[in-house]
């Protein structure tokens, strides 16, 4: 028996970083003597003959902490566009991306200009129970001097709140005022709280795209769950493609965020 086991003792030393405490191996089978061997050491020392088994301990590698701001490690995804194509429609969701990131960079430059004109009034969306419009579909909107905005919805009196509340809620930092049917709005003085208050409406927007791409996200992984014209392991795949649209676009978005910020605090 102790020729038999002879080869395995000799290779248990390196088998370390597991740790291999000792071997207990009886000389005889049945005997009246044993050893003990020390595998660490090589030492050999006499023992009760009970003992006749191999201890081993392992020890486990801690769980490396996942980094901060969603950059983690990409997936690589090992598969063909056919075999993508078989669970999502993948050129379909990348447009979708595409649009979402697009509208970011299209409310920078019209909500986020350090001087506001009447261009920024004008494609403001509004939201009504009939549908969404851009403001000047539904008002008058007209630039009394450098420093107000007057907005007629005389022939829709109706969607005054709803206006004024997406006025408010635009990010361009204005404070409408009705008077009847009109609502004026005074544009901000270029100072350096009005760029520090447009810097943070660059966060609040892009934080809202996120959203938008954080529902694409969802909606394409659920329905690659749900093929099952698919093996589990492609549908995995294809998942873990989507994550990585998702950050990417996420990165996109973070990256615009900070040049705006950059361009309106003056480089800062």
């Known amino acids: 028996m102790m020729a038999a086991l002879r080869p395995f003792?000799?290779?248990?030393?390196?088998?370390?970083?597991?740790?291999?405490?000792?071997?207990?191996?009886?000389?005889?089978?049945?005997?009246?003597?044993?050893?003990?061997?020390?595998?660490?050491?090589?030492?050999?020392?006499?023992?009760?003959?009970?003992?006749?088994?191999?201890?081993?301990?392992?020890?486990?590698?801690k769980k490396g902490k996942k980094e901060k701001g969603g950059k983690g490690k990409v997936h690589k995804v090992d598969?063909?566009?056919?075999?993508?194509?078989?669970?999502?429609?993948?050129d379909k969701m990348v447009s979708h991306f595409d649009d979402a990131l697009e509208h970011l960079k299209?409310?920078?430059?019209?909500?986020?200009?350090?001087?506001?004109?009447?261009?920024?009034?004008?494609?403001?969306i509004i939201e009504t129970d009939d549908g969404k419009f851009p403001l000047n579909q539904l008002a008058q909107i007209v630039q009394k001097n450098p420093q107000l905005i007057a907005i007629n919805l005389g022939p829709v009196p109706q969607y005054i709140p709803?206006?004024?509340?997406?006025?408010?809620?635009?990010?361009?930092?204005?404070?409408?005022?009705?008077?009847?049917?009109?609502?004026?709005v005074a544009l901000p003085k270029v100072t350096r709280e009005h760029r520090e208050t447009l810097a943070k409406n660059a966060k609040t927007l892009c934080d809202r795209s996120k959203v938008k791409f954080r529902d694409i996200h969802n909606k394409?992984?659920?329905?690659?769950?749900?093929?099952?014209?698919?093996?589990?392991?492609?549908?995995?795949?294809?998942?873990?493609?989507?994550?990585?649209?998702?950050?990417d676009y996420q990165n996109k978005a973070d990256d615009l965020m900070h040049k705006k910020q950059q361009e309106i605090l003056g480089g800062k």
């Open 106 to 124: 299209q409310e920078y430059i019209k909500q986020l200009s350090l001087r506001t004109n009447i261009g920024a009034f004008d494609q403001l």
């Open 79 to 90: 598969l063909s566009p056919e075999e993508i194509e078989e669970v999502i429609n993948y």
């Open 9 to 61: 003792i000799r290779l248990l030393p390196q088998l370390r970083p597991v740790a291999v405490r000792c071997a207990f191996l009886p000389t005889q089978i049945g005997g009246v003597s044993a050893s003990r061997y020390s595998l660490l050491y090589g030492q050999e020392r006499g023992v009760a003959p009970s003992c006749h088994q191999i201890v081993f301990f392992r020890g486990y590698a």
């Open 162 to 184: 709803t206006v004024t509340e997406a006025l408010s809620k635009s990010g361009m930092n204005v404070n409408p005022q009705q008077d009847g049917n009109m609502i004026f």
């Open 220 to 247: 394409y992984s659920k329905s690659a769950k749900k093929n099952k014209a698919v093996s589990e392991d492609t549908a995995h795949e294809v998942i873990e493609l989507i994550h990585n649209k998702l950050h």
